[in-house]
């Protein structure tokens, strides 16, 4: 039997999603949760990976026991119980063998938040930038990222993948209160992608890189073009989405995880 888990957490202190050799990972403990609470060793498999400090409002994993779950509200309320106070799952429930956490994806829908003054509700969940910026400059930037498709200039060094192209769905910058927010959405996403195209727009909502600059640096295809990575504290994962109709399965809390 194939298991889905929706789940979220706030990434702080964790070494991103996937299991490393290097420090404590979501993925590591939700195993270990797991592999507590139904007596017998879990692996499970994520829709993709969030580096070091990035948070998730939304998040898809599976994994698969070789019996069938009692999926009751009780169940979900033990492990919940279990894990520590920054992770959370909100359903688990029963897929077909062929649906697959990450390949069954079809976009990831990330936010990057920041505010000019440091809020004690809010430490580490976003990014203090003091500065002033022109966010009309930032969105014609942002603009130019439906152009093209690929995206090596904002993707770490040494990242083990077969090429760099993403087809990118929403990509804007929008103030609300005191929040300026970074929207994009995309079917895939390179490693560091996000933080670096968020460092580089903020260089041209200051004034110190032009429009035409940033298109240079896309078409550059190097990332030592490309400004520096903003931190990690103000990512978050807001959506995955998989195709309508994917989950046709009954779940714990009788809902469709969201967005289907």
Same mark, same amino acid.
């Given at each position: ?17 996937? %299991?490393?050799?290097?420090? %404590? ?15 017998? =060793?879990?692996? %499970? %498999? ?37 894990? =520590? ?140 073009? #490309?400004?520096?990575? #903003? ?30």
């Amino acid at each position: 039997m194939r298991y889905f888990i929706q789940l979220s957490y706030r990434g702080t202190a964790y070494n991103g999603w996937q %299991i490393q050799p290097n420090g %404590i990972t979501v993925q590591e403990v939700l195993e270990q949760k797991l592999s507590t609470l139904l007596r017998e =060793p879990i692996s %499970i %498999i994520g829709s993709g990976r969030t580096d070091t400090g990035v948070h998730a409002e939304q998040q898809f994993a599976h994994f698969e026991i070789d019996r069938s779950l009692e999926l009751t509200d009780g169940f979900l309320h033990a492990l919940n119980c279990i894990l =520590p106070p920054d992770i959370a799952v909100q359903t688990i429930f029963p897929v077909e063998p062929r649906v697959h956490a990450r390949f069954s994806a079809v976009s990831r829908y990330y936010q990057y938040r920041i505010r000019k003054q440091k809020s004690p509700f809010l430490d580490m969940l976003l990014y203090v930038f003091r500065h002033e910026l022109d966010v009309d400059r930032m969105n014609e930037a942002a603009a130019l990222l439906f152009k093209y498709d690929d995206f090596e200039s904002f993707s770490k060094v040494r990242t083990k993948v077969s090429h760099f192209r993403c087809d990118i769905h929403r990509a804007e910058w929008v103030m609300e209160g005191n929040q300026l927010t970074f929207h994009i959405k995309a079917n895939r996403f390179l490693y560091g992608m996000v933080r670096t195209l968020v460092g580089t727009m903020l260089e041209v909502g200051q004034g110190r890189m032009t429009v035409a600059e940033f298109e240079q640096i896309i078409l550059a295809k190097d990332r030592t073009s #490309a400004g520096r990575s #903003a931190p990690a504290s103000g990512l978050f994962l807001v959506e995955v989405a998989y195709p309508p109709g994917l989950f046709t399965k009954k779940m714990t809390n009788n809902e469709q995880p969201t967005p289907n």
